[in-house]
């Protein structure tokens, strides 16, 4: 299947990551269907969208008609049998959980045509551990969207062993007729590349915090001021969730048994606490409830 060929992309998961990731298809042009199973999920990101293509009218980067044209594009449901029965491609972008994913690609088994293609945004979880769950692991790729992914240029594309290079191909035509800038990966690993060398550096921040080494505001102006990172560490991992690291060093500890990749303990403390990061308002820093500026 070749990119002219869709007449469907589904996105699961209305999300911080999904209702963007949506938005990005219907502007390049994609008939687009944004699923999720939680209907006021789906009113506010239609709302946020909304929003944030108007303040991309008043700085001059969209006109009305392209705005008008997209939302033509876009519809919104919370049925996923009618969000997958006639689509040709899939972008699942539910929680970082691995049992919540394979639920999804079981689903998505039973319930989209033979031909349609699987892809997961997961920012950690290597696709062939959520295909296991379908009969048709050549179709099943990682598209790993970065936050925020109407901001973000990168997507990372990784093949499994079983991936056929048609579904890559496919994966890195989507990402170019949304403006994306695409990487290939032929080879899984946990974490991809970006995560892995950004997590390393969280891992180091937030232990030299745990340690009583320096504060963790004086650690984020440190890697501003010395490394000119954009922003600091704890400033990132409130910027995209602190719930989203803890799931994603949950699923490495399941995955390798290491101890050391265990979710730190102020980081579990935050996420029971509900201190979440910009989108609850608390986090390492407090925020008013503006949400992400775009």
Request: glycine letters at 6%; proline letters at 3%; one cysteine or more.
């Amino acid at each position: 299947m070749k990119v002219e060929d869709l007449q469907q992309i589904t996105v699961l998961g209305a999300g911080q990551m999904g209702h963007q990731i949506a938005m990005l298809c219907a502007l390049g042009g994609f008939e687009t269907v944004m699923q999720d199973i939680d209907e006021p999920a789906l009113q506010s990101a239609k709302s946020k969208l909304h929003d944030i293509m108007d303040r991309w009218i008043s700085k001059g980067r969209l006109t009305s008609e392209e705005k008008e044209n997209a939302f033509k594009r876009l519809r919104f449901t919370s049925s996923f049998e009618d969000a997958v029965s006639n689509t040709d491609f899939v972008i699942e972008a539910v929680v970082e959980k691995l049992e919540v994913k394979r639920d999804v690609f079981a689903r998505l088994e039973k319930l989209a045509p033979p031909h349609a293609v699987f892809a997961t945004n997961s920012s950690t979880i290597v696709n062939s551990l959520v295909a296991s769950e379908t009969r048709r692991s050549d179709k099943v790729v990682n598209m790993h969207f970065f936050f925020p992914p109407l901001v973000m240029d990168c997507v990372e594309v990784v093949m499994s062993e079983n991936t056929s290079e048609e579904t890559a191909e496919l994966a890195m035509s989507i990402c170019k007729q949304i403006n994306r800038t695409a990487v290939l990966l032929k080879k899984e690993i946990s974490g991809f590349v970006a995560n892995r060398i950004l997590g390393a550096l969280q891992k180091e921040a937030v232990n030299l915090y745990e340690q009583g080494i320096a504060d963790f505001k004086d650690i984020d102006i440190i890697c501003r001021k010395a490394l000119n990172h954009p922003i600091g560490p704890f400033e990132l991992m409130d910027l995209s969730g602190i719930d989203v690291g803890y799931y994603v060093s949950e699923q490495q500890y399941q995955e390798t048994g290491n101890p050391e990749d265990k979710p730190a303990a102020c980081i579990e403390e935050k996420v029971k606490q509900g201190h979440l990061g910009r989108k609850t308002g608390q986090g390492w820093y407090t925020y008013k409830q503006e949400g992400v500026k775009l």
